[in-house]
C-alpha cells in the first residue's frame, strides 16, 4: 500500500475538491465506523485526525478516501449523546436517541443498581426509559422479579413483561407500538435476553452483523461493538421517521461519573418535588439537617435503596475525572 493510501486510511485527509456527503453512522469499533449514505450505501469511516468522539446515530458529513471508505469530516449538532464513564474513561453509547430500552430477565438475577443508573442516565437526558423484563415463562422467578421492580413501578416507570422463547408472537405484539417511529437502545447485562430479543425484532439481523463486522473487520470481536438497525417500514412512522434500533454490548456496570449533583438530584423523579423544602439551597440531602428528600427518606416516602444509589453517585461525582 502506498504511503498517501495509508495516509487516507488513517483519516489523515483527502484530495482537494473531494465532495462532502451527508450519512448516519450505523456502527462504531473504537475509531472504525460504519456509515450509511444518503442513497443507501455503506462505507467504511475513520474520523479526521487522531480525535474519535463519534457514536452511533450521529448524523456526519463525509469525504470518499477510496471505493468503500471514506473520512468523517464533520459531525452534527446531537440531540442528545448517551454514555458512561468511570474515573478515568468515557465510553459513547449512541447519539440522538428517543428511547432507552433496558433488558432484564427473571434468570440469572438483574443487577438493580446497573437498572438504577441506566434510569438516572435516561432521566438526566430526558430520555423515555422503558423497563422489558424477559423470561416471564419461568414461573418460579417470575414473582421475585416483580416484586423487585414493584418499586419501578410506582414510581411511574413503564415496565413490559414478555417472554421472547416461549412467545415470540406476543413479545413482537407487545413491542412493535412502543418502538415504531423511535430511535431506541437497547442495553442490559449478559445473559438478559438481548441478542433473542433483537433477532425478533429485526428481520435478517445476522446477516446485517455479519456485514458490518466485515466492514470493521472486527471478525472475532463481533460482540463489542455498538451498531444501528432499522426497523421494517410497514411498522409505522413518527412525524415521517422510520424507527431505529441501536444494540450495545452487553457489560455489567454502568458508570455516571460525568453527571453533575445538579443533574443527579433533578434525575431521581422522586426527589424533584421535594429540593425546594430543604433548609440549605446548597443542600447536598446527605447528613444536611432539615432536608427535604432526607426527611422523605426517614418517612419511608423515597425508599432507602434509591437514596443509597443517590449518594454512591454523587460521591463517584466527586471523584478526580482526568478525561
Excluded at 44 to 72: M, N
Excluded at 89 to 115: R, Y
Excluded at 292 to 297: E, H, K, S, Y
Amino acid at each position: 500500500m502506498s504511503r498517501a493510501a495509508r495516509h487516507r486510511n488513517a483519516g489523515g485527509g483527502t484530495n482537494a475538491g473531494t465532495t462532502t456527503e451527508s450519512a448516519l453512522i450505523i456502527a462504531a469499533h473504537g475509531r472504525h465506523y460504519v456509515v450509511e449514505l444518503d442513497d443507501g450505501t455503506r462505507m467504511h469511516a475513520f474520523p479526521r485526525g487522531k480525535k474519535s468522539d463519534c457514536a452511533v446515530g450521529d448524523h456526519v458529513s463525509v469525504e470518499r478516501a477510496a471505493a468503500d471508505q471514506c473520512v468523517i469530516t464533520r459531525a452534527s449538532a446531537r440531540k442528545n449523546l448517551l454514555h458512561r464513564s468511570d474515573q478515568f474513561k468515557s465510553k459513547l453509547l449512541a447519539a440522538n436517541i428517543d428511547q432507552v430500552i433496558i433488558v432484564l430477565a427473571t434468570e440469572p438475577g438483574f443487577s438493580e443498581d446497573l437498572l438504577g443508573r441506566a434510569l438516572v442516565s435516561a432521566e438526566a437526558l430526558e430520555i423515555r426509559p422503558l423497563i422489558v423484563l424477559n423470561k416471564t415463562d419461568l414461573p418460579d422467578r417470575l414473582e421475585e422479579a416483580r416484586g423487585r421492580l414493584a418499586l419501578y413501578r410506582d414510581l411511574g416507570y413503564d415496565t413490559l413483561e414478555l417472554s421472547v422463547r416461549a412467545d415470540p408472537a406476543q413479545a413482537l405484539a407487545t413491542l412493535k407500538p412502543r418502538l415504531a417511529g423511535l430511535a431506541s437502545i437497547l442495553i442490559g447485562q449478559s445473559g438478559m435476553g438481548k441478542s433473542s430479543l433483537l433477532n425478533l425484532l429485526i428481520p435478517g439481523v445476522d446477516a446485517q452483523t455479519r456485514e458490518i463486522s466485515a466492514k470493521l473487520d472486527s471478525g472475532k470481536h463481533t460482540t463489542t461493538f455498538t451498531r444501528l438497525y432499522h426497523l421494517p417500514a410497514d411498522w409505522g412512522t413518527v412525524d415521517g421517521r422510520l424507527g431505529a434500533l441501536i444494540d450495545s454490548p452487553g457489560f455489567q456496570e454502568f458508570g455516571l461519573y460525568h453527571l453533575s449533583e445538579g443533574m443527579l438530584e433533578r434525575a431521581f423523579p422522586e426527589f424533584r418535588p421535594l429540593l425546594t423544602e430543604c433548609r440549605f439551597y446548597n443542600c447536598h440531602h446527605v447528613n444536611e439537617p432539615g432536608c427535604g428528600v432526607l426527611a422523605a427518606v426517614a418517612s419511608g416516602a423515597i425508599s432507602e435503596r434509591r437514596h443509597q444509589l443517590y449518594t454512591q453517585l454523587l460521591h463517584e461525582s466527586n471523584q478526580q475525572k482526568p478525561w
